[in-house]
C-alpha cells in the first residue's frame, strides 16, 4: 500500500529520483535512447536529457495516469522476447491520449525505486482537494515561469530579463512602471535582481486585479476590506447563495487571507478575495456535478450514453496503429460503449482492427483484458461492448470463452427472454456490469444447434461494403494501392458536390456533401437558413497560422472564404465537420444492387447478447417496438430521418437505443457534429475519440455535467410524449431562460499557440465570442469588441444576451481569438453544459492552460413571450455587441431592483490600450461576419513615446492599497452552500416579464 510506506522510505526514493538514473527511453520502430531521467526539484516534473526538446523534454507528474510494471505496453512487445530483463522495465501512461514513455533501468531495484516513487506522488495528487490543487498548479507555473524567465541560469532576474517575460506573458507596461515595481520587489539590499520570492513579490503587485478591487469596494462601502456582513450580501445577492452564515463566512476568511492580522480581525482584504474568487468556489461550474448528480433509475433509453467509433485507433480509418492503450484511455476518459471490429486472426486467435485497411492488428483477448482493468477505474456504471463481428464461427466461439473468462462475474448475463418488450434496466442496476452489444440468433432456431444464420444487413461500418462492391470480396489483407484507390474513390464521388466551410483549427477545409433534398443551403444573404440552424457551424475564423496534424495523404492550400467548387485533388486534412457536411454523401455513393446479406453466427456469442442486440433499420414508424433492440445507422441516415421524420425519430428513441456513428467518408477521422443527434435522442452518438478538437470539447461539457460517469438523463420531453426538435417553438407554453453574460476582463490570456514567432511575437489584441449550441431554434454567436495589446488583463466590459428554449440540452461556448488585421487566431476555449453553469460573478479557466481565464457575470432569468434580444440564428450576423450590451440592461433591469453593486460596471471604466485607439482593421462592429476585410490595409507604424504615453493608461494605473505581508494560502477548499431552488442545476432570479 502507497499510503502506508514509511517516511523514510519514501525520503529515499524521492532524493534517489532526483538525483537521478541513467536508463534506455525506447521507441517504436527503433533502437532505444540511453538518457539520463531525475525528478525536478519542485517534484513536478520527470525530465532528461540529453535531448533535442531542451527545456520541454518533461512529463508533469500530474499528467501520469498510469505506471505500468514490467513489459506491458504495446512498445515492449515490439521487442523480441528476453531483450531485457521484466525488473528492470516500466511504463509511464501519460496526458490526454495516454501516451506512453517506455523505460529499462540497469537494475531491478532502480525501477522498484521509480516505480513506488511515481504512485507515492501520484497518490497525494489524487488525494489533493480542488483548493489544494489549484494553489499547488500556481506555485508550480510561477516556479516555471521564474525558471524559464532566467535565460542565464544564475537563479535571479535581471532587469532585462523582466522585460522579456512580461512581453511573453503579453503585458503592455512603460518601462518606467516596470522599473519602479522592480526596485520596490528588489529588497536584499538592492542587488538589481530579483530572486524566486523577490519575483513573486513583484508578479503579485503587477497582478493584481482593478476589476475584483472596485467590486470589493462596492460591497464594503469603500473600505479596504470585507467583513462578515460585508461579505454574506456579496455572496447573497451576486452569487445567490442561500443561508449564508457568519460561521461560513469566517471559514472562507481563515482559508482564503493571507494576512495575519486581517484574519485577526475577521476581513478579508483584497489579497484575499482575489484568492477566494479565483479558487473553485469562484469557478463557473458548479462543484455539484463533478459528482452524479442525475437520477440513475430510468432506462437505459432515457439517457446519452459517451460512445468511442473504431475505439482502437490512434489516427485515420486507413492505415493508423491499432492500440490496447486507447481502450484504456477512452474509459477513464469517461466513455461507456466502446466498440470491438473483430476478425480471423492467425493461429485460431481472434483480432481487432479495421477491415480492409492498413490498420495494424491487435488481439483480441488483449482488448478484453484492458477493458477488464479499466472499465471501473473511474466509476462503475455499465459498460457496452459494441462487437463488430466478421469472424469464423469457430473463432465467435474463441471469443465467447475469452469475454466469460476474462471478464467474469462483470459480464452481464441476465436471463432475458429475446420476446420480451419491457423496459430496459436502468445504469443503477447495472453497475459494475459488462454488456455485450451484438447479433443475436433467432428463437425459431434450434435450441440445440450451436450455430446458425442471421442478417448482417445493419453493419455498421460502411467500408466494408464499399469495398466488396469496389474490389469484390477481400479474403486477405488490403494493400496500400487498395487503399488508396479506395479514398480517392471516395473523395471523387464526395468532391462532385461539395463545399467548404470553416472551422475552429486554422486553414483547414471541411468537405460537405449536398444534403439531399435538392434546397440549396448556401445563403446569400449572410445569414443560415432554418435547414443550418442545428449544424456545427465550428468556430469560424481565417487564420495565418498553419495547422500541423496528421492528414490522409496532403494537406489543403489555403482557404476559400465563400462556399466553392472544389477542384480534383489527392488531400484529406483532418477536421471536426458538420452534420449537415455528410447528409448527402449517400447520393454521392454509387447504387448496386445486391443480395440480402447473411452470416454464421455461434451459440456461444449469441447466448452473451442480452439487453442490446443488435438490428436493422428500415423505417422508424413501421419498427416493431422492442427494448432489447439497438439500431446502428450512420449519420448520413440518421441525418435524413432527423430532417424528414423528426418526432417518429424522437418516439423510436423513447422505445429503445439507437447507434449513429461516423460516415465511411470521413477516412481522417474527422468527427460530426453531435448536436443534432442528442436532440433528436440518439442515445450512442459515437465518436472518433483520437480526434482531438471542437466535438471532442463539446462532447466533454455534455457528460461532465453528470460527474463524467458516461451517462447524462435526456429532458422529460424527450422520453415520454411528442417532441419536435426542428419547430420554431418546440415547447409552446413553456417558458424560455434568458441567459444575461456580462463578459468582464481576462487573465493572462497567452499567445497562440501555433505562433510564427513563439513568445517573441506581439502582444495579443484579444476578445471572446461566445456560442450557444442547442436545438436549432436556440443555436447563435455573439462577441465583445477587440482590446488592443493587452492580453494580461485586457477589460471587455460588455453584454451578451442569449434566449434559449431547452437549457437541458444546451451548451455554452466560450472562446477566446486574438485579432490581427489579416484574420484572427485561437487562442483557447472553455465550454460548459448550461445547466453547470454558476450565477454570479465567475471566472472562466480556459481548458488546458494553467492560468488564463476571462471574469464574467452570470445571470439567468425566466423570461414568457417573444424576448427583446435578438436570438437565435435570426440575429446571428446582424447583431451589434454595443447594442446588444444596451438591451441587455433594458430587459434585465425592467420591473426589479438593481441588486446591491450592479453600478460596479459602469463605474469600471474600460481599460484604455492607446492614447490614441487604433482602428482594428478587418473587424466589423457586428456579431459575426464573413466577408473578407484582410485587404484594406495594415495598421499604422507607432513611435514608442506613444507606446509608453498609451500604455501608462492601462488598468494598472491605479494604486491599490498597501497591505501588510501575508503568509501562504491554506490549502483547503472553502465550503459553501450550493443549494438553490432547482435541484437539476439550472438556477433563477424571479423577475416580472423577465419575472419576480
Same mark, same amino acid.
Given at each position: 500500500?502507497?499510503?502506508?510506506?514509511?517516511?523514510?522510505?519514501?525520503?529515499?526514493?524521492?532524493?534517489?529520483?532526483?538525483?537521478?538514473?541513467?536508463?534506455?527511453?525506447?521507441?517504436?520502430?527503433?533502437?532505444?535512447?540511453?538518457?539520463?531521467?531525475?525528478?525536478?526539484?519542485?517534484?513536478?516534473?520527470?525530465?532528461?536529457?540529453?535531448?533535442?526538446?531542451?527545456?520541454?523534454?518533461?512529463?508533469?507528474?500530474?499528467?501520469?495516469?498510469?505506471?505500468?510494471?514490467?513489459?506491458?505496453?504495446?512498445?515492449?512487445?515490439?521487442?523480441?522476447?528476453?531483450?531485457?530483463?521484466?525488473?528492470?522495465?516500466?511504463?509511464?501512461?501519460?496526458?490526454?491520449?495516454?501516451?506512453?514513455?517506455?523505460?529499462?533501468?540497469?537494475?531491478?531495484?532502480?525501477?522498484?525505486?521509480?516505480?513506488?516513487?511515481?504512485?507515492?506522488?501520484?497518490?497525494?495528487?489524487?488525494?489533493?482537494?480542488?483548493?489544494?490543487?489549484?494553489?499547488?498548479?500556481?506555485?508550480?507555473?510561477?516556479?516555471?515561469?521564474?525558471?524559464?524567465?532566467?535565460?542565464?541560469?544564475?537563479?535571479?532576474?535581471?532587469?532585462?530579463?523582466?522585460?522579456?517575460?512580461?512581453?511573453?506573458?503579453?503585458?503592455?507596461?512603460?518601462?518606467?512602471?516596470?522599473?519602479?515595481?522592480?526596485?520596490?520587489?528588489?529588497?536584499?539590499?538592492?542587488?538589481?535582481?530579483?530572486?524566486?520570492?523577490?519575483?513573486?513579490?513583484?508578479?503579485?503587485?503587477?497582478?493584481?486585479?482593478?476589476?475584483?478591487?472596485?467590486?470589493?469596494?462596492?460591497?464594503?462601502?469603500?473600505?479596504?476590506?470585507?467583513?462578515?456582513?460585508?461579505?454574506?450580501?456579496?455572496?447573497?445577492?451576486?452569487?445567490?447563495?442561500?443561508?449564508?452564515?457568519?460561521?461560513?463566512?469566517?471559514?472562507?476568511?481563515?482559508?482564503?487571507?493571507?494576512?495575519?492580522?486581517?484574519?485577526?480581525?475577521?476581513?478579508?482584504?483584497?489579497?484575499?478575495?482575489?484568492?477566494?474568487?479565483?479558487?473553485?468556489?469562484?469557478?463557473?461550474?458548479?462543484?455539484?456535478?463533478?459528482?452524479?448528480?442525475?437520477?440513475?433509475?430510468?432506462?437505459?433509453?432515457?439517457?446519452?450514453?459517451?460512445?468511442?467509433?473504431?475505439?482502437?485507433?490512434?489516427?485515420?480509418?486507413?492505415?493508423?496503429?491499432?492500440?490496447?492503450?486507447?481502450?484504456?484511455?477512452?474509459?477513464?476518459?469517461?466513455?461507456?460503449?466502446?466498440?470491438?471490429?473483430?476478425?480471423?486472426?492467425?493461429?485460431?486467435?481472434?483480432?481487432?482492427?479495421?477491415?480492409?485497411?492498413?490498420?495494424?492488428?491487435?488481439?483480441?483477448?488483449?482488448?478484453?483484458?484492458?477493458?477488464?482493468?479499466?472499465?471501473?477505474?473511474?466509476?462503475?456504471?455499465?459498460?457496452?461492448?459494441?462487437?463488430?463481428?466478421?469472424?469464423?464461427?469457430?473463432?465467435?466461439?474463441?471469443?465467447?470463452?475469452?469475454?466469460?473468462?476474462?471478464?467474469?462475474?462483470?459480464?452481464?448475463?441476465?436471463?432475458?427472454?429475446?420476446?420480451?418488450?419491457?423496459?430496459?434496466?436502468?445504469?443503477?442496476?447495472?453497475?459494475?456490469?459488462?454488456?455485450?452489444?451484438?447479433?443475436?440468433?433467432?428463437?425459431?432456431?434450434?435450441?440445440?444447434?450451436?450455430?446458425?444464420?442471421?442478417?448482417?444487413?445493419?453493419?455498421?461500418?460502411?467500408?466494408?461494403?464499399?469495398?466488396?462492391?469496389?474490389?469484390?470480396?477481400?479474403?486477405?489483407?488490403?494493400?496500400?494501392?487498395?487503399?488508396?484507390?479506395?479514398?480517392?474513390?471516395?473523395?471523387?464521388?464526395?468532391?462532385?458536390?461539395?463545399?467548404?466551410?470553416?472551422?475552429?483549427?486554422?486553414?483547414?477545409?471541411?468537405?460537405?456533401?449536398?444534403?439531399?433534398?435538392?434546397?440549396?443551403?448556401?445563403?446569400?444573404?449572410?445569414?443560415?437558413?432554418?435547414?443550418?440552424?442545428?449544424?456545427?457551424?465550428?468556430?469560424?475564423?481565417?487564420?495565418?497560422?498553419?495547422?500541423? /496534424?496528421? $492528414?490522409?495523404?496532403?494537406?489543403?492550400?489555403? %482557404? !476559400? #472564404? +465563400?462556399?466553392? =467548387? &472544389?477542384?480534383?485533388?489527392? @488531400?484529406?486534412?483532418?477536421?471536426?465537420?458538420?452534420?449537415?457536411?455528410?447528409? /448527402?454523401? $449517400?447520393?454521392?455513393?454509387?447504387?448496386?444492387? %445486391? !443480395? #440480402? +446479406?447473411?452470416? =454464421? &453466427?455461434?451459440?456461444?456469442? @449469441?447466448?452473451?447478447?442480452?439487453?442490446?442486440?443488435?438490428?436493422?433499420?428500415?423505417?422508424?414508424?413501421?419498427?416493431?417496438?422492442?427494448?432489447?433492440?439497438?439500431?446502428?445507422?450512420?449519420?448520413?441516415?440518421?441525418?435524413?430521418?432527423?430532417?424528414?421524420?423528426?418526432?417518429?425519430?424522437?418516439?423510436?428513441?423513447?422505445?429503445?437505443?439507437?447507434?449513429?456513428?461516423?460516415?465511411?467518408?470521413?477516412?481522417?477521422?474527422?468527427?460530426?457534429?453531435?448536436?443534432?443527434?442528442?436532440?433528436?435522442?440518439?442515445?450512442?452518438?459515437?465518436?472518433?475519440?483520437?480526434?482531438?478538437?471542437?466535438?471532442?470539447?463539446?462532447?466533454?461539457?455534455?457528460?461532465?455535467?453528470?460527474?463524467?460517469?458516461?451517462?447524462?438523463?435526456?429532458?422529460?420531453?424527450?422520453?415520454?410524449?411528442?417532441?419536435?426538435?426542428?419547430?420554431?417553438?418546440?415547447?409552446?407554453?413553456?417558458?424560455?431562460?434568458?441567459?444575461?453574460?456580462?463578459?468582464?476582463?481576462?487573465?493572462?490570456?497567452?499567445?497562440?499557440?501555433?505562433?510564427?514567432?513563439?513568445?517573441?511575437?506581439?502582444?495579443?489584441?484579444?476578445?471572446?465570442?461566445?456560442?450557444?449550441?442547442?436545438?436549432?431554434?436556440?443555436?447563435?454567436?455573439?462577441?465583445?469588441?477587440?482590446?488592443?495589446?493587452?492580453?494580461?488583463?485586457?477589460?471587455?466590459?460588455?453584454?451578451?444576451?442569449?434566449?434559449?428554449?431547452?437549457?437541458?440540452?444546451?451548451?455554452?461556448?466560450?472562446?477566446?481569438?486574438?485579432?490581427?488585421?489579416?484574420?484572427?487566431?485561437?487562442?483557447?476555449?472553455?465550454?460548459?453544459?448550461?445547466?453547470?453553469?454558476?450565477?454570479?460573478?465567475?471566472?472562466?479557466?480556459?481548458?488546458?492552460?494553467?492560468?488564463?481565464?476571462?471574469?464574467?457575470?452570470?445571470?439567468?432569468?425566466?423570461?414568457?413571450?417573444?424576448?427583446?434580444?435578438?436570438?437565435?440564428?435570426?440575429?446571428?450576423?446582424?447583431?451589434?455587441?454595443?447594442?446588444?450590451?444596451?438591451?441587455?440592461?433594458?430587459?434585465?433591469?425592467?420591473?426589479?431592483?438593481?441588486?446591491?453593486?450592479?453600478?460596479?460596471?459602469?463605474?469600471?471604466?474600460?481599460?484604455?490600450?492607446?492614447?490614441?485607439?487604433?482602428?482594428?482593421?478587418?473587424?466589423?462592429?457586428?456579431?459575426?461576419?464573413?466577408?473578407?476585410?484582410?485587404?484594406?490595409?495594415?495598421?499604422?507604424?507607432?513611435?514608442?513615446?506613444?507606446?509608453?504615453?498609451?500604455?501608462?493608461?492601462?488598468?494598472?494605473?491605479?494604486?491599490?492599497?498597501?497591505?501588510?505581508?501575508?503568509?501562504?494560502?491554506?490549502?483547503?477548499?472553502?465550503?459553501?452552500?450550493?443549494?438553490?431552488?432547482?435541484?437539476?442545476?439550472?438556477?433563477?432570479?424571479?423577475?416580472?416579464?423577465?419575472?419576480?
Amino acid at each position: 500500500n502507497i499510503r502506508s510506506l514509511s517516511r523514510e522510505r519514501v525520503e529515499k526514493c524521492m532524493s534517489s529520483m532526483q538525483m537521478g538514473t541513467q536508463m534506455v527511453k525506447l521507441r517504436g520502430g527503433s533502437k532505444g535512447l540511453v538518457r539520463f531521467f531525475f525528478l525536478d526539484e519542485h517534484k513536478s516534473c520527470i525530465r532528461w536529457r540529453p535531448s533535442r526538446k531542451n527545456e520541454k523534454a518533461k512529463i508533469s507528474v500530474d499528467s501520469i495516469r498510469e505506471v505500468c510494471e514490467g513489459k506491458q505496453s504495446e512498445i515492449f512487445q515490439r521487442y523480441s522476447e528476453g531483450s531485457f530483463d521484466p525488473n528492470c522495465c516500466f511504463s509511464l501512461y501519460y496526458g490526454e491520449h495516454m501516451e506512453s514513455l517506455d523505460l529499462v533501468s540497469g537494475t531491478g531495484e532502480e525501477a522498484r525505486t521509480w516505480i513506488t516513487g511515481l504512485k507515492y506522488l501520484m497518490a497525494g495528487i489524487s488525494d489533493e482537494d480542488s483548493l489544494a490543487k489549484r494553489q499547488r498548479t500556481r506555485d508550480q507555473w510561477l516556479k516555471q515561469t521564474f525558471t524559464e524567465a532566467d535565460k542565464n541560469g544564475d537563479g535571479s532576474l535581471s532587469i532585462s530579463e523582466v522585460l522579456h517575460l512580461l512581453h511573453k506573458l503579453n503585458v503592455n507596461l512603460p518601462r518606467q512602471k516596470v522599473k519602479q515595481m522592480f526596485k520596490e520587489a528588489d529588497t536584499d539590499d538592492n542587488q538589481g535582481t530579483l530572486g524566486f520570492e523577490e519575483f513573486c513579490s513583484f508578479y503579485k503587485m503587477m497582478s493584481t486585479r482593478r476589476d475584483l478591487y472596485l467590486l470589493m469596494l462596492t460591497y464594503s462601502n469603500h473600505k479596504d476590506h470585507l467583513d462578515t456582513d460585508d461579505l454574506t450580501r456579496f455572496l447573497e445577492n451576486e452569487q445567490k447563495m442561500t443561508k449564508v452564515t457568519k460561521d461560513h463566512c469566517l471559514e472562507i476568511i481563515n482559508k482564503f487571507e493571507p494576512c495575519s492580522v486581517n484574519q485577526q480581525q475577521a476581513v478579508l482584504g483584497i489579497d484575499g478575495f482575489t484568492n477566494y474568487m479565483r479558487s473553485p468556489a469562484g469557478d463557473i461550474f458548479n462543484p455539484e456535478h463533478y459528482s452524479v448528480n442525475q437520477d440513475m433509475t430510468q432506462p437505459l433509453s432515457n439517457y446519452f450514453i459517451a460512445s468511442s467509433h473504431n475505439t482502437y485507433l490512434m489516427g485515420d480509418q486507413l492505415m493508423s496503429q491499432s492500440r490496447v492503450d486507447m481502450y484504456a484511455w477512452v474509459l477513464q476518459a469517461g466513455c461507456r460503449c466502446v466498440e470491438v471490429d473483430c476478425w480471423d486472426g492467425q493461429d485460431g486467435e481472434p483480432i481487432v482492427h479495421h477491415g480492409y485497411t492498413l490498420t495494424s492488428k491487435i488481439l483480441f483477448k488483449d482488448v478484453i483484458e484492458t477493458i477488464n482493468k479499466h472499465a471501473f477505474a473511474k466509476n462503475d456504471y455499465p459498460v457496452i461492448l459494441s462487437i463488430e463481428n466478421h469472424c469464423s464461427v469457430p473463432q465467435q466461439k474463441k471469443m465467447a470463452q475469452y469475454l466469460v473468462e476474462i471478464l467474469g462475474d462483470k459480464l452481464d448475463v441476465s436471463n432475458v427472454g429475446a420476446e420480451e418488450s419491457g423496459r430496459l434496466p436502468s445504469p443503477e442496476s447495472l453497475r459494475g456490469k459488462i454488456l455485450v452489444k451484438g447479433k443475436k440468433l433467432p428463437p425459431n432456431i434450434d435450441e440445440n444447434a450451436e450455430e446458425g444464420d442471421v442478417s448482417d444487413e445493419d453493419s455498421a461500418d460502411e467500408m466494408e461494403d464499399d469495398c466488396k462492391l469496389m474490389n469484390g470480396d477481400w479474403k486477405t489483407s488490403a494493400n496500400r494501392k487498395q487503399v488508396e484507390n479506395l479514398a480517392k474513390r471516395k473523395l471523387d464521388n464526395l468532391m462532385k458536390e461539395s463545399k467548404i466551410r470553416d472551422r475552429e483549427d486554422p486553414d483547414s477545409f471541411t468537405i460537405a456533401a449536398l444534403p439531399p433534398s435538392g434546397k440549396s443551403t448556401d445563403k446569400t444573404d449572410g445569414s443560415k437558413g432554418r435547414g443550418d440552424e442545428g449544424t456545427d457551424t465550428a468556430d469560424e475564423a481565417p487564420s495565418s497560422t498553419k495547422r500541423t /496534424g496528421r $492528414s490522409f495523404i496532403g494537406s489543403f492550400s489555403k %482557404r !476559400k #472564404k +465563400k462556399p466553392s =467548387k &472544389l477542384k480534383k485533388t489527392s @488531400s484529406f486534412e483532418d477536421t471536426d465537420t458538420d452534420q449537415e457536411n455528410t447528409s /448527402g454523401a $449517400s447520393r454521392a455513393q454509387p447504387h448496386h444492387s %445486391r !443480395k #440480402k +446479406k447473411t452470416m =454464421k &453466427l455461434s451459440r456461444a456469442l @449469441s447466448d452473451l447478447v442480452k439487453y442490446t442486440c443488435s438490428v436493422g433499420l428500415d423505417d422508424v414508424e413501421a419498427q416493431a417496438a422492442c427494448s432489447w433492440q439497438v439500431s446502428s445507422l450512420s449519420e448520413t441516415k440518421a441525418h435524413q430521418l432527423m430532417q424528414q421524420k423528426a418526432a417518429s425519430f424522437i418516439q423510436f428513441n423513447q422505445r429503445q437505443l439507437s447507434r449513429v456513428y461516423p460516415s465511411s467518408y470521413r477516412v481522417d477521422s474527422s468527427n460530426f457534429n453531435p448536436q443534432p443527434f442528442w436532440n433528436s435522442g440518439c442515445q450512442l452518438v459515437a465518436l472518433n475519440y483520437q480526434s482531438e478538437g471542437r466535438v471532442l470539447q463539446l462532447n466533454r461539457a455534455k457528460f461532465y455535467s453528470n460527474g463524467n460517469c458516461g451517462y447524462i438523463l435526456k429532458p422529460a420531453c424527450m422520453c415520454a410524449g411528442a417532441f419536435n426538435p426542428n419547430l420554431e417553438d418546440p415547447l409552446p407554453g413553456r417558458m424560455r431562460k434568458q441567459l444575461v453574460l456580462k463578459i468582464i476582463s481576462g487573465q493572462q490570456l497567452p499567445k497562440p499557440k501555433d505562433s510564427m514567432l513563439g513568445d517573441r511575437g506581439e502582444i495579443i489584441d484579444p476578445f471572446v465570442e461566445v456560442e450557444i449550441i442547442g436545438l436549432p431554434v436556440d443555436c447563435c454567436k455573439e462577441q465583445t469588441r477587440v482590446v488592443d495589446d493587452n492580453g494580461f488583463n485586457p477589460m471587455w466590459e460588455e453584454t451578451l444576451v442569449f434566449s434559449v428554449h431547452m437549457p437541458e440540452l444546451t451548451l455554452v461556448r466560450f472562446l477566446v481569438w486574438d485579432h490581427d488585421p489579416i484574420g484572427q487566431d485561437f487562442i483557447g476555449q472553455r465550454t460548459i453544459a448550461f445547466n453547470s453553469m454558476m450565477p454570479g460573478y465567475r471566472h472562466v479557466y480556459l481548458e488546458g492552460m494553467e492560468e488564463a481565464s476571462i471574469f464574467v457575470h452570470v445571470a439567468v432569468n425566466d423570461v414568457t413571450g417573444k424576448a427583446r434580444a435578438a436570438g437565435g440564428i435570426k440575429g446571428l450576423f446582424h447583431r451589434n455587441p454595443k447594442q446588444a450590451s444596451l438591451d441587455s440592461h433594458a430587459v434585465v433591469h425592467h420591473g426589479r431592483k438593481h441588486p446591491f453593486g450592479a453600478h460596479l460596471l459602469r463605474r469600471t471604466a474600460s481599460a484604455p490600450t492607446r492614447g490614441q485607439p487604433k482602428p482594428k482593421k478587418g473587424f466589423p462592429e457586428i456579431a459575426i461576419d464573413t466577408k473578407d476585410y484582410s485587404s484594406e490595409g495594415a495598421s499604422e507604424e507607432r513611435e514608442s513615446e506613444d507606446r509608453d504615453k498609451a500604455s501608462a493608461a492601462t488598468s494598472h494605473q491605479f494604486t491599490p492599497p498597501q497591505h501588510r505581508n501575508g503568509e501562504s494560502l491554506a490549502s483547503c477548499q472553502a465550503k459553501g452552500p450550493w443549494d438553490r431552488p432547482d435541484t437539476n442545476g439550472a438556477f433563477h432570479q424571479e423577475e416580472g416579464k423577465v419575472q419576480n
